[in-house]
C-alpha cells in the first residue's frame, strides 16, 4: 500500500511566479552586501588608475615592506606556538588520564574570553620596568637601573607570544574532536604492534588530525592578522595599524585602501593554503564511534609533566591577566562607575544588542532558504556570507568607507543631507559583515537537528514556509538563535578596530575607551572598561566549555 503514497520530502524553490523566490532573493541581498566592502577594497588592487598605481610603489618603497615582514614574523610565532600548545594539550586531554585532566578539557579554552588588548594591557603593567616583577628582581638581586637584560614585551616577540597563548584554543578545540572522533581501535593496534605512545601519536594520531590543525591554525592566524589594538599597543608596525594609521592619522584613504587590498589577499591566500593542505587526503574512523575511549593512565613524572604543559597556557593565558585587572580594579582610586562608565557601557550593549538581533533575524532566512533549496546559487550565497568572518575589520572598516563617503560626497552635492560615514547605520553595517558567519553556523546547526520528516508533515497539514519557520522550527531552534545571538554580542563587544574606524564622534564603547585609556598609559583607568569585557565574554566561554566536557565523561 506504501508503494503507491508520493515520496515524504522537504519543500524547495527555486522560481515562484516567473520569478526568483523571496527568500532566495534576500540570500543574493545578503551576500552582495557582504560582498561590497571586499570588493571595493580589491578594485583599488586590480582596477587601479596612475594616481593609486604612484600611491601603492610608494608605500612599497617606504612603509609597507616592513608591515609584511612583521606580519610574517609574528604569523610564524604564532603558527609555531598554537601548533604546540593546541595539538599537544588536545592530545594529553584525549588520550591519556592524569590528574586535573577533567578540568583542563575545558579550562583550556578560557583564553578565548581574553582580548588581545586587554591581555597586551595586562602584561605590560605587570612586566614593564616599574612593574612588579622587575621591581621585585631588583629588590631580591640589588640591581640598579637598567644595568640588568629584561625581554622587552612592546616587541615583534612578545606579541606573537601573546596572540599564541590566547589563540591556541581554535587549534585545541578543533584538534581535540579529531582526536576524540577517531576510532580507538587504531590508537590500541598501534600500541598492540610494539609502537610507543610517540611513536602512535606521531605515526597514527598526528597524520589523522592534520586537517583539523591546519583549519585551526589558519583562524588563529588570520585573528592574528585582524588584530590591532595589542599590535599598536606594542609600538608594532603591521597591515593592520598602516591601514589605521593611513586612513584615520594621515587621512590619506589610498594608502589605507592599498595596504587593506594586500592584507585581504594575504587572508585569502590563507584560506587557499588551508584547503589545499588537505590535499583529496580523507582520514575516517573505522568502526563504531560508541566505542569508549580507554584512556592511558599516567603515572610519576609523566602525569605531573602533562599537568604542567596543560597548566601553564590557562595560567599565562587566563589567570595571570585577569589576576592583574582585578589588582588594577581593587585600587581605590580606579574603582569608580562613573556617569561616563555606564554611557560606554550602554553604547556597547546597544551596538551589541542590535546587531545580535538583526544577524539571528538575517541568517535564519538564509539558513532556511538554504534548508528549503539546497540550489547552487544558495550554497554560492552561503559561502560569501561565510567569508566575512575571516576578512579583518579594519579591511571591512576601509571598504565601507570608501563607497559610503563618495555616497555622502555625491549626495552633498546635490543638495541632499546624507551623512552615512561616521554613523551607528555603517558601523552596525560592519558588525553584520564580520560576524555573520558566526550567528549562520549556529543557526545552520540548529537546523541540521530537526529531521526533514517534520518538514513534510507541516507542509501536509497545510503550512506555508512562513507558518512553518514561525510554528514548527522556532520553537525548536531556540537555544541555536540565543547561542548565536550571543555569540555576535560577545564579538561586537571585543571589537576594535571597525569600531575606532566608523563609530560616529562622541560615540565611544568599552573597547574604544580601554584602548584609548590604555594608549595615554592610564592603565588603572583602563581596568574597569577592560574587566567589563572580560566579564561578558566568558560567559559563552563557559556555555561552551560546558557542553565540550559532556561527550568525553566516562
Known amino acids: 500500500m506504501s508503494e503507491h503514497l508520493p515520496p515524504l520530502a522537504l519543500p524547495r524553490f527555486t522560481r515562484q511566479q516567473g520569478g526568483l523566490h523571496p527568500l532566495l532573493l534576500v540570500s543574493l541581498l545578503i551576500a552582495a552586501l557582504v560582498a561590497l566592502p571586499i570588493a571595493g577594497v580589491l578594485s583599488n588592487l586590480f582596477v587601479a588608475g596612475d594616481a593609486d598605481a604612484q600611491t601603492f610603489a610608494h608605500l612599497w618603497q617606504t612603509v609597507l615592506p616592513e608591515y609584511i615582514r612583521n606580519s610574517i614574523v609574528i604569523g610564524l610565532i604564532v603558527t609555531l606556538l598554537t601548533a604546540v600548545i593546541g595539538i599537544g594539550c588536545a592530545w ?88 576524540l572522533e577517531r576510532s580507538p581501535r587504531m590508537w590500541d593496534a598501534a600500541r598492540t604492534l610494539g609502537s610507543g605512545p610517540w611513536r602512535a601519536f606521531f605515526q597514527v594520531s598526528l597524520p589523522m588530525a592534520r586537517p583539523a590543525a591546519a583549519a585551526g591554525v589558519a583562524l588563529a592566524l588570520m585573528e592574528t592578522l585582524a588584530d590591532y589594538g595589542a599590535v599598536a599597543y606594542f609600538g608594532v608596525q603591521t597591515l593592520t595599524t598602516g591601514i589605521y594609521k593611513s586612513w584615520y592619522i594621515f587621512s590619506d584613504r589610498a594608502a589605507a585602501a592599498q595596504i587593506a587590498g594586500v592584507l585581504l589577499l594575504t587572508v585569502m591566500l590563507l ?163 564580520r560576524f555573520l558567519a558566526v550567528s549562520l553556523q549556529s543557526v545552520q546547526a540548529g537546523l541540521v537537528k530537526i529531521t526533514p520528516a517534520m518538514d513534510a508533515s507541516a507542509r501536509s497539514l497545510g503550512h506555508g514556509l512562513a507558518s512553518m519557520l514561525l510554528r514548527v522550527h522556532a520553537p525548536l531552534l531556540w537555544r541555536s538563535l540565543l547561542t548565536a545571538g550571543l555569540l555576535v554580542f560577545v564579538d561586537v563587544v571585543k571589537e576594535l578596530p571597525a569600531t575606532l574606524t566608523i563609530r560616529p564622534f562622541n560615540f565611544d564603547t568599552l573597547a574604544v575607551i580601554t584602548h584609548q585609556l590604555a594608549s595615554d598609559e592610564r592603565l588603572g583607568e583602563a581596568a574597569l572598561p577592560a574587566f567589563t569585557i572580560v566579564l561578558i565574554a566568558i560567559v559563552p566561554v563557559m556555555v561552551l566549555a560546558r557542553a565540550i566536557a559532556k561527550p568525553s565523561r566516562g
Open 92 to 179: 594529553l586531554v584525549a588520550v591519556f588520564e592524569f590528574p586535573g585532566r577533567r578540568i583542563f578539557e575545558w579550562a583550556l579554552i578560557l583564553p578565548l574570553a581574553m582580548p588581545a588588548y586587554v591581555v597586551a594591557y595586562a602584561y605590560t603593567d605587570f612586566l614593564q620596568f616599574t612593574g612588579p616583577v622587575q621591581s621585585g628582581l631588583r629588590a631580591l638581586f640589588g640591581w640598579q637601573g637598567r644595568s640588568y637584560w629584561f625581554p622587552e614585551v612592546r616587541s615583534v616577540t612578545g606579541a606573537g607570544l601573546l596572540f599564541g597563548l590566547i589563540l591556541y584554543p581554535y587549534v585545541y578545540l578543533i584538534v581535540r574532536n579529531a582526536f
Open 271 to 433: 584560506m587557499f593554503l588551508e584547503q589545499k593542505s588537505r590535499g583529496r587526503a580523507r582520514y575516517y574512523a573505522v568502526g563504531a564511534r560508541a566505542v569508549a575511549q580507554q584512556r592511558t593512565v599516567l603515572g610519576g613524572r609523566h602525569a605531573w609533566g602533562a599537568f604542567v604543559f596543560c597548566a601553564l597556557p590557562i595560567l599565562l593565558g587566563f589567570v595571570v591577566p585577569l589576576l592583574i585587572l582585578v589588582q588594577l580594579l581593587l585600587n581605590a582610586e580606579t574603582l569608580v562607575i562613573s556617569a561616563r562608565y555606564l554611557d560606554w557601557l550602554r553604547n556597547t550593549v546597544l551596538l551589541g544588542g542590535v546587531t545580535a538581533l538583526l544577524a539571528v533575524a538575517i541568517c535564519v532566512l538564509i539558513a532556511y532558504a538554504a534548508r528549503t533549496s539546497g540550489g547552487r546559487l544558495q550554497r554560492i550565497c552561503n559561502r560569501i556570507v561565510g567569508m566575512g568572518y575571516a576578512i579583518p575589520g579594519a579591511v571591512i572598516a576601509v571598504g565601507i568607507l570608501i563607497p559610503i563617503v563618495r555616497m555622502d560626497q555625491w549626495s552633498s552635492e546635490h543638495g541632499v543631507t546624507l551623512v552615512l560615514s561616521g554613523s551607528v547605520i555603517a558601523l552596525i553595517y560592519a558588525y553584520l559583515v
